[in-house]
């Protein structure tokens, strides 16, 4: 018998001060009075594997719970792939194999999960956690008596191309529906986008029409400046020019400068400052008159008639029209210009991506019904398969008559109707009696059979996933009698290859326990606490009479020994049939 759940430590959850509980190999089975704390542990175990967490599970007046256990992974390989994901499979070297998980929860409401001692998102450590404990609770029934909850059912029980046929459905239904939102974004918005459209193409032809020229305001402000003050301008020019240049009347300084370097030219024999000074007053002479014919051409070009002042105005103006618009200045306007052609240029993309859309969606469309269409013959295979195993197992549990099948629906129905997982309806079909017909399961299966087909169902499951320990929690609602012996030994079978946890209050499945628990409640300075012993011998058959007799142990006694007897035996059996 393997052993991979070593160890499971529970410290200030509930009523639980502190419990360490070392588990066996086999079947371990926790029994107590209504009341004592089994569902306690059986909620800490679910926190444990990143359950709901709820501040109010901590024990009253502390501030951190914690649950945790130690898990040997060696061989198996599932688990081990997963932490080799997570790079965390180093540290099992370091353990012999060993790994162990917490889960912290604080009176804040947070919580912190670790995996070999390095915390993890919640989502990253199921990861982990679903490859290590299956844990069946009583909402299970519930699920099974839910027909949506079917699909799921035999979808997990597919192989590796199933899921993987199932995840390119989902890819392939989130790629149709996120193109079709887009094109009912594109259709909604068409009215909209449409005057857009008129808008920035009225705007855009304003300003093409214009032919705007980046900084021609400040060009146009200054000729506009000259014009105001041309009388002004013209007489400074024309009385400078005759300063320098001279009139009829009299010499300019162009000609005084002249004459001054002549008369020192004539002195330079005498003093070579002379010369100097002659040299200079030419040099000045020929710059005044380079000045002379720059005032010259000033003159000129200083002139402007009044057609040439009312344009400049008039394109000043328009400008100014166009700035309160579209911006202070030219360039403002250009950049605007630009954004505008590149809006107009996104707004009819937009069109023309609508089309584009449309021809996606059916293809997208065609795809999906493709993948569809082969998840649905895969589930068909593996509900043929799936049910031929389901009336193997129930016939275990005592339960010859029973039959049992996969009702799959097809129905593609419109667009709309689509899910990720298919237009597929499953629903599975019971019937627990000879000549009565296959009706749906919710409609006809009672407490006990309900309890059994869950009971086949997880047991398959098992042998599918590899989940090496699997917890069942009242797996026994509505049996008694010879299926309560039936279901005791069918726990028996599937814990000869996975490590089963069981919390019962029937006395077959607790006689046999390979590991049996009983779960009770005491007050301690003034403080209920619960506790956990394991049943060695006689503790464990008077165990088996309470539950045979309630209260009244010895009036069970006899009886308990012979179910603990029987159990022995069996087991016995097994192994040597085992080794044979």
């Given at each position: 018998?393997?052993?991979?759940?070593?160890?499971?430590?529970?410290?200030?959850?509930?009523?639980?001060e502190?419990?360490?509980?070392?588990?066996?190999?086999?079947l371990?089975?926790?029994?107590?009075?209504?009341?004592?704390g089994?569902?306690?542990?059986?909620?800490?175990?679910?926190?444990l594997?990143?359950?709901?967490?709820?501040?109010?599970?901590?024990?009253t007046?502390?501030?951190r719970?914690?649950?945790?256990l130690?898990y040997?992974?060696?061989?198996?390989g599932r688990?081990?792939?997963v932490l080799?994901?997570?790079?965390l499979?180093?540290?099992?070297?370091?353990n012999?194999?060993?790994?162990?998980?917490?889960?912290?929860?604080?009176?804040?409401?947070?919580?912190?999960?670790?995996?070999a001692?390095e915390?993890?998102?919640?989502?990253?450590?199921?990861?982990?956690?679903?490859?290590?404990?299956?844990l069946?609770?009583?909402?299970?029934?519930?699920?099974?008596?839910?027909?949506?909850?079917?699909?799921?059912?035999?979808?997990?029980?597919?192989?590796?191309?199933?899921?993987?046929?199932?995840?390119n459905?989902?890819?392939?239904?989130r790629?149709?529906?996120?193109?079709?939102?887009?094109?009912?974004?594109?259709?909604?918005?068409?009215?909209?986008?449409?005057?857009?459209?008129?808008m920035?193409?009225f705007?855009?032809?304003?300003?093409?029409?214009?032919?705007?020229?980046?900084?021609?305001?400040?060009?146009l402000?200054a000729?506009?400046?000259?014009?105001?003050?041309?009388?002004?301008?013209?007489?400074?020019?024309?009385r400078a020019?005759a300063?320098?240049?001279?009139?009829?009347?009299?010499?300019?300084a162009?000609?005084?400068l002249?004459?001054?370097?002549?008369?020192?030219s004539?002195?330079?024999?005498f003093?070579?400052r002379?010369?100097?000074?002659a040299?200079k007053?030419?040099?000045?002479?020929?710059e005044l008159?380079?000045?002379v014919?720059?005032?010259?051409s000033?003159r000129?070009?200083a002139?402007?008639?009044?057609?040439a002042?009312?344009?400049i105005e008039?394109r000043?103006?328009?400008?100014?029209k166009?700035?309160?618009?579209?911006?202070?200045?030219?360039?403002?306007?250009?950049?605007?210009?630009?954004?505008l052609?590149?809006?107009?240029?996104?707004a009819?993309?937009?069109e023309?991506?609508?089309?584009?859309l449309?021809?996606?969606?059916s293809?997208?469309?065609?795809e999906?019904?493709?993948?569809?269409?082969?998840?649905?013959?895969?589930?068909?295979a593996?509900?043929d398969?799936?049910?031929?195993?389901?009336?193997?197992?129930l016939?275990?549990?005592s339960?010859?008559?029973?039959?049992?099948?996969?009702?799959?629906?097809?129905?593609p129905?419109s667009?709309?109707?689509w899910?990720?997982?298919?237009?597929?309806?499953?629903?599975?079909?019971?019937?627990?009696?000879?000549?009565?017909?296959?009706?749906?399961?919710?409609?006809?299966?009672?407490g006990?059979?309900?309890?059994?087909?869950m009971?086949?169902?997880?047991?398959i499951?098992?042998?599918?996933?590899?989940?090496?320990?699997?917890?069942f929690?009242?797996i026994?609602?509505?049996?008694?009698?010879?299926?309560?012996?039936?279901v005791?030994?069918?726990?028996?079978?599937?814990?000869?290859?996975?490590?089963?946890l069981?919390?019962?209050?029937?006395p077959?499945?607790?006689?046999?326990?390979d590991?049996?628990y009983?779960?009770?409640?005491?007050i301690v300075?003034?403080k209920?606490?619960?506790?956990?012993?394991?049943l060695?011998?006689?503790?464990?058959?008077?165990?088996?009479?309470?539950?045979?007799?309630?209260?009244?142990?010895?009036?069970?006694?006899?009886?308990?020994?012979?179910?603990?007897?029987?159990?022995?035996?069996?087991?016995?059996?097994?192994?040597?049939?085992?080794?044979?």
């Amino acid at each position: 018998m393997i052993i991979p759940l070593l160890e499971l430590t529970i410290k200030n959850i509930a009523l639980i001060e502190m419990l360490t509980i070392e588990w066996g190999p086999g079947l371990s089975v926790i029994t107590g009075e209504t009341g004592a704390g089994k569902s306690i542990i059986i909620g800490a175990i679910q926190f444990l594997l990143g359950g709901k967490s709820d501040k109010d599970l901590l024990r009253t007046g502390t501030q951190r719970g914690s649950v945790s256990l130690v898990y040997d992974v060696r061989g198996l390989g599932r688990v081990i792939n997963v932490l080799d994901e997570l790079e965390l499979s180093a540290t099992l070297d370091e353990n012999n194999g060993l790994l162990v998980l917490s889960r912290e929860l604080y009176a804040s409401g947070r919580t912190v999960c670790k995996v070999a001692g390095e915390a993890l998102p919640l989502n990253i450590y199921r990861r982990v956690t679903n490859q290590l404990i299956e844990l069946h609770g009583q909402h299970g029934h519930h699920a099974l008596l839910s027909e949506s909850s079917h699909l799921m059912f035999l979808d997990e029980l597919g192989g590796q191309r199933h899921k993987d046929n199932l995840a390119n459905l989902s890819d392939a239904h989130r790629d149709m529906r996120g193109k079709q939102r887009e094109l009912a974004r594109l259709v909604t918005d068409a009215k909209e986008r449409a005057r857009h459209i008129d808008m920035y193409s009225f705007q855009l032809k304003e300003l093409k029409d214009a032919k705007i020229i980046a900084g021609e305001e400040t060009r146009l402000e200054a000729e506009s400046q000259k014009a105001r003050h041309q009388e002004r301008i013209d007489t400074a020019l024309r009385r400078a020019y005759a300063l320098v240049a001279g009139t009829e009347r009299s010499s300019g300084a162009m000609n005084s400068l002249r004459q001054a370097s002549a008369l020192m030219s004539s002195i330079a024999s005498f003093d070579e400052r002379y010369g100097s000074l002659a040299s200079k007053l030419e040099v000045s002479a020929f710059e005044l008159e380079d000045a002379v014919r720059e005032l010259d051409s000033a003159r000129e070009e200083a002139y402007i008639d009044q057609r040439a002042v009312d344009m400049i105005e008039a394109r000043l103006e328009q400008l100014s029209k166009l700035g309160r618009k579209y911006g202070a200045t030219t360039r403002e306007m250009l950049e605007y210009m630009a954004s505008l052609e590149k809006k107009l240029e996104n707004a009819v993309s937009v069109e023309e991506r609508g089309i584009e859309l449309e021809a996606a969606i059916s293809q997208s469309e065609g795809e999906y019904l493709r993948i569809a269409g082969l998840v649905s013959q895969e589930r068909r295979a593996v509900a043929d398969s799936f049910s031929h195993e389901m009336i193997s197992q129930l016939r275990d549990l005592s339960m010859s008559a029973a039959r049992f099948d996969v009702s799959i629906e097809s129905i593609p129905g419109s667009n709309g109707d689509w899910a990720a997982s298919g237009f597929d309806k499953v629903s599975f079909m019971f019937s627990a009696n000879e000549g009565e017909p296959l009706k749906p399961l919710s409609q006809v299966a009672s407490g006990g059979e309900l309890s059994r087909v869950m009971l086949s169902l997880k047991t398959i499951e098992a042998n599918k996933t590899g989940v090496p320990v699997l917890i069942f929690d009242e797996i026994d609602t509505g049996i008694s009698g010879r299926a309560a012996q039936s279901v005791a030994e069918k726990l028996d079978t599937i814990a000869r290859y996975t490590q089963v946890l069981c919390v019962t209050h029937l006395p077959q499945i607790a006689a046999m326990a390979d590991n049996p628990y009983s779960v009770s409640k005491s007050i301690v300075d003034g403080k209920t606490l619960t506790s956990l012993r394991r049943l060695d011998g006689d503790a464990h058959i008077e165990e088996i009479a309470r539950l045979i007799s309630g209260a009244d142990e010895g009036g069970g006694i006899g009886y308990a020994a012979e179910l603990r007897k029987a159990a022995a035996a069996r087991k016995s059996a097994a192994m040597l049939s085992s080794s044979a």
